[in-house]
């Protein structure tokens, strides 16, 4: 921690936590106004070093039992239980409890398409016939002149199976190219429902059942396969039915958004009919009276985090900042209230928020705070919670004491590159395909593709390992799609604009200017990272780059994670055959057996691979280095040296 002395007090250097202006800002204002937040927190409180290589186990009251990472093989838990036991059992609830929380959002949303489509919600319709037509048609319903109400009858049957079967095979495995999933059955790592793997990983790592770390790793990519092909891929699929498929929108992202003059309302968390439901709240022409009448020039509705990802590139509603922004934002006294549902929700927020006098409020039954104000969240009633909510922001505007301070920062970028919507931009209207993506990877152009994604941590300087990655891997070559935190820090700083083209390499360069594109995608929340999957199926289907998701030429990193579902999103790339590097951290001892089968062993057997490296640079060089053994290994690798297009390549890449 960097303090500089001022007089007598010891004030933290806010540049020293973050890359980002604004969140800097309000971190001087916090010291200023006495208030804390996690980067103090983190800052005075060092990481357990035994919890962080994951060599402690607290499964019986045999224990706690500790081991010595510095000599991981020198002891063993009372029941005699190594080190690779213990490290694969911690890793495998990690990504069981992310498992769930993706699974439980995604069931959320079938609840309520569910309701939908019986006629017993009103407030919500289907939205997008044509993409509920493509996902019954993707797990084998039959759509030709069927009523849409009997494919979505269909289409929900069909969908709870993802959670609730008991044997058999999620229904989107259907989406999987076929050489990935014969790996997948060889290896018995085909999930059966999302319920049965949770439980069964539950029961594996309770105290002497599954003491083997192999067998562990099993159950661990079968549990985190449940999550990206199945809880995940339903919460995303549903939504664009429910709300709407999303296409590129250009918005603003920053503090800045927030508006001195105007009731703001920030909503914060992952579940987008909370969202769907205040967006109509904010325009009911009595609640704008109200507001006015309160001397209010209008209801300024904002997003945060996942959530706010969604309906930004649903309804282009202006976000406020990532995860390590949410406690900075309450700090410039402009918030009248943060709604907040589920997940990356700190509990911090209620001191912050009670000290600017603002009103923290949840809505789902799952997550209440001591100190929030609860108001439950009804899908067959939901305008009932957001009426209120917006009523509550309009009195605390009314009486607001707190001084105010909005950091002016506000950056415009393009986002909501759905893998649909990129289909369609490089392949255009009636030609609509990945063919052109394939064609540009093949010859070169485009050396490959990186999803970043996930969370920011106040171990790590905010942004900054997210930002200098990508800029990294755009400078050479490689299209980088993002979603969830991530895809807000590259906003922030600029990268999401077609302009900065500029600052990708030459062949990159070329496709975007030709397209219009800008070199960095944002996609969506942290479920949407169900999107990249069906991409990588996509351009396995297309051809010319393998036959499975582990031949092609792709990447993937969370630089600054911090959540068990980033492990699962993880975990099921690596297990779809994706070389992931997570940075910060990494819950292992290394040049264990069971470090060596995540690192290594695992590609061995067809899948992908871990990477770890809190460097940026190094975290890129990784990437790249894949990448580059994947285009070897294809027979592309020469195809780098022509980068000049003719005619004939500029006309396939034209948008029609
Ligand atoms: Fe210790 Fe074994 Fe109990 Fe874990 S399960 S706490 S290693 S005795
Ligand atoms: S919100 S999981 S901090 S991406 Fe999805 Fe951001 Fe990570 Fe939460």
């Not at 706690?64 to 093989?73: H, I, Q």
């Not at 600017?356 to 799952?366: A, D, K, S």
């Not at 604009?497 to 062949?507: D, K, M």
């Not at 060596?596 to 695992?602: A, K, Q, T």
């Amino acid at each position: 921690m960097e303090k500089e002395k001022k007089g007598k007090k010891e004030v933290i250097n806010s540049r020293y936590f973050t890359t980002c202006e604004a969140t800097a800002q309000m971190l001087e204002k916090a010291e200023r106004d006495g208030v804390e937040i996690a980067f103090h927190r983190a800052a005075s409180m060092k990481a357990c070093p035994i919890g962080a290589d994951s060599a402690c186990c607290k499964h019986c009251a045999m224990g706690p039992c500790r081991l010595n990472a510095k000599d991981p093989y020198s002891k063993v838990g009372v029941c005699g239980a190594t080190i690779d036991t213990i490290m694969s059992r911690n890793f495998a609830r990690m990504v069981a409890a992310g498992c769930a929380a993706h699974t439980d959002h995604g069931m959320s949303m079938l609840d309520l398409f569910r309701e939908v489509v019986n006629g017993k919600i009103q407030d919500y319709k289907i939205k997008d016939t044509l993409k509920l037509e493509e996902v019954a048609k993707s797990v084998g319903i039959e759509t030709d002149g069927r009523e849409v109400i009997d494919i979505a009858k269909d289409l929900y049957k069909e969908l709870e199976r993802t959670y609730t079967q008991i044997e058999g095979e999620i229904p989107f495995v259907n989406r999987v190219p076929e050489k990935t999933l014969e790996t997948w059955r060889k290896l018995g790592i085909v999930p059966r429902g999302a319920m049965r793997e949770i439980m069964e990983i539950m029961h594996r790592t309770h105290m002497g059942v599954d003491q083997h770390y192999e067998n562990m790793t099993k159950q661990c990519s079968r549990t985190a396969l449940a999550d990206g092909w199945g809880g995940s891929m339903v919460a995303t699929e549903i939504s664009d039915i429910l709300f709407g498929t999303p296409s590129p929108v250009a918005i603003e992202v920053n503090m800045g958004v927030l508006k001195e003059d105007q009731v703001n309302i920030i909503v914060h968390g992952h579940e987008p009919n909370l969202f769907e439901s205040m967006i109509e709240s904010v325009k009911e022409s009595t609640l704008l009276e109200e507001a006015k009448k309160a001397g209010a020039k209008g209801i300024n509705l904002v997003g945060m985090c996942c959530s706010g990802a969604e309906v930004l590139v649903r309804h282009g509603i202006p976000h406020a900042g990532n995860f390590m922004s949410t406690e900075a934002v309450l700090i410039t006294g402009a918030v009248e209230v943060m709604c907040v549902d589920v997940q990356c929700i700190k509990q911090g927020l209620a001191k912050v928020a009670d000290c600017y006098g603002t009103y923290l409020i949840t809505t789902n039954p799952r997550c209440h705070i001591e100190g929030a104000i609860h108001i439950e969240f009804h899908d067959h009633d939901p305008k009932k919670c957001t009426d209120e909510v917006v009523i509550k922001a309009i009195t605390r505007f009314k009486n607001r004491t707190a001084k105010i301070e909005i950091p002016k920062r506000r950056d415009i970028g393009v986002h909501g590159f759905s893998h649909e919507y990129i289909q369609y931009m490089l392949g255009g209207t009636f030609r609509s395909s990945y063919t052109p993506l394939n064609d540009n990877i093949i010859n070169g152009r485009i050396r490959g593709v990186a999803g970043v994604v996930g969370c920011t941590n106040p171990r790590v300087k905010q942004d900054y390992v997210h930002v200098e990655l990508v800029k990294e891997l755009i400078k050479n070559d490689v299209l980088v799609v993002q979603t969830g935190c991530s895809q807000i820090a590259l906003a922030k700083a600029g990268l999401t604009t077609p302009e900065s083209a500029v600052l990708a390499g030459p062949g990159l360069r070329e496709v975007c200017e030709t397209v219009g594109m800008p070199p960095v995608l944002g996609i969506g929340s942290c479920v949407d990272n169900s999107r990249i999957l069906i991409a990588c199926a996509e351009m396995v289907k297309t051809g010319g780059l393998g036959n499975s998701i582990a031949d092609l030429p792709v990447a993937g990193a969370a630089p600054e994670w911090m959540s068990e579902k980033a492990i699962s999103i993880g975990q099921y790339f690596v297990a779809s055959g994706v070389f992931t590097v997570f940075g910060v951290t990494f819950p292992i001892v290394e040049n264990t057996k069971f470090y060596n089968l995540l690192f290594d062993g695992l590609e061995k057997q067809g899948l992908g691979k871990w990477g770890f490296t809190p460097d940026p640079y190094e975290m890129a060089r990784m990437m790249i280095e894949h990448i580059d053994k994947k285009r070897k290994a294809l027979g592309i690798d020469k195809a780098r040296d022509r980068v000049l297009m003719d005619m004939a390549d500029r006309q396939k890449l034209e948008v029609a």
